[in-house]
């Protein structure tokens, strides 16, 4: 298994502003990922996070809005950049061990921008 | 466009009730997990199923994987408002989609 640290747990952003969400894994993961989950919505995958390449991202998000760095197997971050309401989510990072099917999820970072 | 359709999407029940939840897509995963979710919370996984036609069993939870792995289905026995949650499915391969949910509320 693995236990996944996310921060900030929550934050109320200024329109406009940029977040940046960090994500700690306490073992080495193969694969990386990020979602978002709108309100009273089901979680809706934003990209695999890439370990030193560029995040392949999923319909509908783009590297600008939702930049994302993975610097080594236990480590990655999302920014969620200029900020609307609409972006108002948690953001929940998750991780696959090795070759096991199974993908454990962090505790979320819940955003409120106003 | 869900690539799991997950079915009902809410719930509401007396305590003691059974009942089954859905998830169906047209696509073969490797395996698909069950999550449940509560409020503030982010998901907890359940269960993994793996093999085609495999059925798991959790206290009063019961999951079953299709023979084909494209449908799974979430049966509870004698619900407990305990059981009240957002209940997840999601299928896997490289990476995990997941279902609209089913808000469940088991009143008692």
């Known amino acids: 298994s693995a236990v996944i640290s996310q921060k900030p747990s929550r934050d109320i952003c200024q329109r406009g502003t940029s977040l940046t969400i960090q994500c700690q894994v306490d073992?080495?993961?193969?694969?990386m990922f990020w979602y978002r989950q709108q309100p009273g919505q089901s979680l809706t995958l934003i990209a695999t996070?890439?370990?030193?390449?560029?995040?392949?991202?999923e319909s509908g998000f783009v590297i600008d809005k939702f930049p994302i760095s993975r610097p080594n197997l236990t480590f990655s971050t999302l920014t969620v950049s200029n900020m609307s309401p609409e972006d108002s989510s948690i953001y929940l990072c998750?991780?696959?061990?090795?070759?096991?099917?199974?993908?454990?999820f962090g505790e979320g970072s819940w955003l409120t921008v106003v | 466009t869900q690539l799991l359709e997950q079915s009902p999407q809410f719930l509401s029940i007396q305590e003691g009730e059974n009942l089954t939840v859905y998830c169906n897509s047209s696509?073969?995963?490797?395996?698909l997990q069950w999550y449940r979710q509560e409020p503030g919370e982010g998901p907890v996984l359940l269960v993994t199923?793996?093999?085609?036609?495999e059925v798991k069993k959790l206290k009063r939870l019961t999951f079953q994987f299709g023979d084909a792995r494209k449908d799974s289905s979430l049966h509870i026995t004698a619900a407990q408002p305990g059981d009240t949650g957002l209940y997840l499915c999601?299928?896997?391969?490289?990476?995990?989609?997941f279902g609209a949910g089913t808000r469940l509320t088991v009143k008692p």
């Open positions: 073992s080495q993961v193969t694969m």
């Open positions: 999601a299928g896997a391969n490289n990476d995990m989609r």
């Open positions: 696509s073969v995963f490797s395996s």
């Open positions: 199923v793996v093999t085609g036609g």
């Open positions: 996070a890439n370990q030193g390449s560029e995040a392949t991202y």
């Open positions: 998750s991780a696959r061990t090795g070759s096991g099917n199974t993908i454990y």
